[in-house]
């Protein structure tokens, strides 16, 4: 039980951020969000880490950090990709298929076998998270939605992974010594591929603030339900941060909600509930 209120609190934190991250507006370019939000991210990960009291590594952990920390900068620059190839609204609907891909990986990797109740669920939760982003009058780009669709190929292979990983050291430690180490590799990145000034960033140094303390909330709530329950499970509760940030939206945003929308909300709960009684 405990890994789902986790699960759900991390989605309701994943939200948050997706909200605030739409404050900041057309103002400052996608790479330097990025990069800025985990920067800010990580004195509060590592706070938790000094607070659990354990820092200790077992042998193997670092074999399976060199695997999959340099995948982290692939997946960035694919997702980046993906949202200049095409509308947010076209290729983003794709990320729903990632529970499918983890579900897969976590066979492989971890010999995850689930119910059949919970992998329905998880459809249900796809489909959902697809029909609630995907626009009506949009039109398809097979590029985007390919970029979109590599990133949750890597993402079926990271998350078991980095479930493994946390075999060999604590919940805590894990997410910040990836983190960490990603935004090592990303810097050189960022820094040619930025547009936006310093003092553009400055300007926003209080929302970048409280983004970076909500991504950690989410980060951290998110890898140790990973550690708790099943992977796949975990993983297709993710898709709810898709129906959490639409309900934010509305409220703060004052985003429009559709008949579309609401039908895909219902759908997204019925797999929910699914998963939570399988």
Same mark, same amino acid.
């Given at each position: 039980?405990?890994?789902?209120?986790?699960?759900? %609190?991390? $989605?309701?934190?994943?939200?948050? +951020?997706? *909200?605030?991250?739409?404050?900041?507006?057309?103002?400052?370019?996608?790479?330097?969000?990025? %990069?800025?939000?985990?920067?800010?991210?990580?004195?509060?990960?590592?706070?938790?880490?000094?607070?659990?009291?354990?820092?200790?590594?077992?042998?193997?952990?670092?074999?399976?950090?060199?695997?999959? *920390?340099?995948?982290?900068?692939?997946?960035?620059?694919?997702?980046?990709?993906?949202?200049?190839?095409?509308?947010?609204?076209?290729?983003?609907?794709?990320? &729903?298929?990632?529970?499918? %891909?983890?579900?897969? &990986?976590?066979?492989?990797?971890? &010999?995850?076998?689930?119910?059949?109740?919970?992998?329905?669920?998880?459809?249900?939760?796809?489909?959902?998270?697809?029909?609630? $982003?995907? +626009?009506?009058?949009?039109?398809?780009?097979?590029?985007? !939605?390919?970029?979109?669709? !590599?990133?949750?190929?890597?993402?079926?292979?990271?998350?078991?992974?980095?479930?493994?990983?946390?075999?060999? !050291?604590?919940? $805590?430690?894990?997410?910040?010594?990836?983190?960490?180490?990603?935004?090592?590799?990303?810097?050189?990145?960022?820094?040619?591929?930025?547009?936006?000034?310093?003092?553009?960033?400055?300007?926003?140094?209080?929302?970048?603030?409280?983004?970076?303390?909500?991504?950690?909330?989410?980060?951290?709530?998110?890898?140790?339900?990973?550690?708790? &329950?099943?992977?796949?499970?975990?993983?297709?509760?993710?898709?709810?941060? /898709?129906?959490?940030?639409?309900?934010?939206?509305?409220?703060?945003?004052?985003?429009?909600?559709?008949?579309?929308?609401?039908?895909?909300?219902?759908?997204?709960?019925?797999?929910?509930?699914? /998963?939570?009684?399988?």
């Amino acid at each position: 039980m405990t890994w789902i209120l986790l699960a759900l %609190f991390a $989605q309701v934190m994943n939200a948050t +951020k997706n *909200v605030l991250t739409r404050r900041l507006g057309n103002d400052i370019d996608t790479y330097t969000v990025a %990069f800025v939000s985990t920067v800010l991210m990580l004195p509060f990960l590592w706070l938790s880490v000094f607070l659990s009291g354990d820092l200790t590594i077992e042998p193997g952990f670092w074999k399976i950090m060199v695997l999959i *920390v340099p995948l982290e900068i692939v997946v960035m620059l694919l997702f980046f990709h993906a949202l200049t190839k095409s509308e947010l609204s076209v290729s983003y609907p794709f990320v &729903g298929f990632s529970p499918l %891909f983890v579900a897969f &990986g976590s066979f492989l990797i971890l &010999g995850e076998v689930n119910s059949w109740l919970l992998y329905v669920g998880m459809l249900l939760l796809v489909l959902g998270a697809f029909a609630h $982003q995907l +626009k009506d009058e949009s039109a398809l780009n097979v590029k985007g !939605a390919l970029y979109i669709l !590599a990133v949750c190929a890597l993402w079926g292979y990271m998350i078991p992974m980095g479930n493994l990983a946390m075999g060999y !050291a604590t919940p $805590q430690l894990f997410p910040a010594l990836f983190f960490s180490l990603a935004t090592v590799l990303f810097f050189p990145v960022w820094l040619y591929t930025r547009t936006s000034s310093y003092t553009a960033v400055r300007s926003h140094a209080g929302l970048f603030l409280l983004i970076g303390l909500v991504y950690a909330l989410f980060m951290g709530a998110n890898w140790l339900a990973f550690s708790l &329950g099943p992977v796949t499970a975990v993983a297709a509760l993710g898709m709810l941060s /898709i129906l959490f940030t639409s309900m934010l939206s509305g409220v703060y945003l004052k985003e429009r909600l559709t008949i579309r929308r609401l039908a895909a909300a219902i759908l997204m709960c019925a797999g929910a509930i699914l /998963i939570v009684v399988s």
